[in-house]
Every structure is written in structure tokens, then in C-alpha cells.
């Protein structure tokens, strides 16, 4: 475990934490007006690897050696020159630190950390880390790289679960939950809605990059069900029709062995590693294309929801009090940013059947493939 302290007088900064994978959603805007959750789990913190934070170069200005160096293969709207790995942590960890009020950035119904670094170290007053908490975004405190260092302190990190264990302990991410909207808020009633749930679609975004790569510009057809309703209507639209089709099927720990004619692979990633599962034999050649374990548990897994016992009926005259979970008004739409941000990060996509699809990202969003 580590304590993260101030680079300027090593005041402790943080309670003790344990090191996880990045969320996929951790620079997700959902919606307008939205109040989020927060984004991690007390205790434990995360590295966002790439820079970030001003000063901003736009496109045109970088030389597309630079930007393949920095890991990025196609156009995007801006690359950052700020320092390198950001922690992330849930705001209720942050120890001896103080709001600029000041500084709400482009607020909306709170702080967006838009103008940098909004905390300071109570301490030496050296600004710090970025309190996010604005409508639409997941809450967070977003630590300085370069304003903090982490101390090891005695416990030391939790050993990784196996993937036995993750399967056992069964934490899996429903597709479905409600949504507090922060501008209808009142004494008397609110329009909380059930919406689908913003993990998802940001696990979907970057899992449609990935599938649009494994396609090699085929077809791809998934199983029946959920797993068809989040991901086969994006791919009819973004992918020719007709044979030769590919084919791709959940696989991972605990399941059975793929089958022969699976293609591609839809795996859990590790929530604490962020290493993906590897198949063994044949399967391993597949290609994998990753989800985040909870979401990916899910699938394979999914919780029912019955609306009689799952044997014989309701005896007479009992009423049901216990309504079925609602389902949200809209069809699936993956999060475009989630995806633009992995698909100009994969080197395929300089190939031009793949970069067209960047340039027709808005028109998707419009046919409502993608959410804004």
C-alpha cells in the first residue's frame, strides 16, 4: 500500500491505498445534467499513463512520428504536453488538502478541474490535485504527478485475486441502473430515470474499437441476447453485410473451451492488473478483444430478473409487490469518445477502410449508434 504525500514539505496527502487498473470510464462525460458516482473504490487508487492537463497542441501542429511515439495513430482533436501519470482517487481518501474555490473551471453544477489543479496541501499551500464533482462527470480527486510522491507503508499491497476468486466473489456491473438528473431535483419529486448504466457504454465503445479492427473489414455477428442488444446493431452499421462472416463469442475463466469457429474472443480484463485473460490450445490465436471483468461477468452471468418464481407460479390471490427492474427508454449507445480514444490508438487504424470510420464518427452519433 501507499500514502501519497506533497512533493513540497511531505505532508500526507491521501489515506493508504492499493494500486488498480485505470476505469475505462474515467474521463467518461455522460449525459447533461447528471449526477455521477464516484469513480473509484475507498482505498485504492489508479495511474492514467498518458499526459494530461495544459499545455495543449492541436493536431496540426504534431508530427505524425511524434504522435505514433506517443502511442496515437490518427487524428485527434488535441495532444496534452502535461506530465504523464495522474492518480486518481475517490474524494472521501484525500487527507490534509483545501479547495480553491476560485478556480471551478467551465463549472456547470460544480467543479470541473478545467483551470488545473483546484486542492492544495493544507499544509505548504501548493496546489496539488483537481477535485472533480461537476454534473455529468465521475466524482474524483485527481492527484498532480508532478506535485505529489507515493511513500510504501507497512501492509504492503494486497496480493492480485486469481480469476478463480474474481468469479467467486461475483462483483459484477449491471447493465441497467437509475440516474439522478441534478436539474429536477425538488422537495416533492424528482426525475430520476433508469438509464443504461455508463460503464457499459464506455466498456462498449472501447470493445467496438477493437472489434472493428478483429473484423479485418468482414462481418461480425455476436451470440443472442445482451450481448447482441449492446453490440450487433453497431456492427451491422459500421461493418459490411454478406459472407465471409466472422464470428465473436464471450469466453474466460471458469467457461468452456471457445468454440472452433469463434474468431474473436470477448474477454474480462483483470480489475486489479488490467491484464486481459489469455485462452489456452487453438483459442489463444483468437483475437481478444477486452471488457471490464464486472461488465464481462455480467454477460456470462446474468442476474434474472423473474417476474414469477423460476418454478411453478404465484399461488392464488397473491399480488407481486416487488416490481421487475425498469428498463431504460432508448436503444444501446455506445460512448464515442471511449471509442475514437481507443480506435486512434491502435495502429490498424491507419488503414484507410478503419480511419474512414473516424471521419463518419458524427454522422454515427446522429443515427444514434454512439452517445455525444
Known sequence: MFVFECAGCGGELTAPLTQVALPVHAHQSFGSGLQLPVLMEPGTFAVDPEPSGPPWRPWEEIDPDEA?????????????DGAPGAIVIAPGDARGTQLIPEKRGGTCCGMDGADGPNMTCEACGLPVASRIDDCSLWQA????????????????????LSWAELVAEGRSTPPFEPIVNTWSRSWLRSDDTWSWNPQWEAAAGRALAHLRVASQGRPVTVQEGLVAEVFQRALDALLPVGPPMRRAALAGPGQPSPEADADILLVPTHPQTGKTWIPSGPAASAYRVPLPFGVWLWLVFPEPDLPVPASGGLPDCVLRDDLPTPRPDRL??????????????LPAVRSPWLSEILKNLRQH???GLFGW
Open 68 to 80: 505514433a511515439d506517443r502511442g496515437i495513430y490518427a487524428p485527434v482533436d488535441g495532444l496534452s
Open 141 to 160: 480527486v485527481w492527484l498532480a504527478p508532478r506535485a505529489v510522491r507515493r511513500r510504501p507503508v507497512d501492509g504492503g499491497d494486497a496480493v492480485p
Open 332 to 345: 444501446f449507445q455506445a460512448d464515442s469518445a471511449a471509442f475514437r480514444h481507443t480506435l486512434t490508438r
Open 365 to 367: 452519433m446522429r443515427a
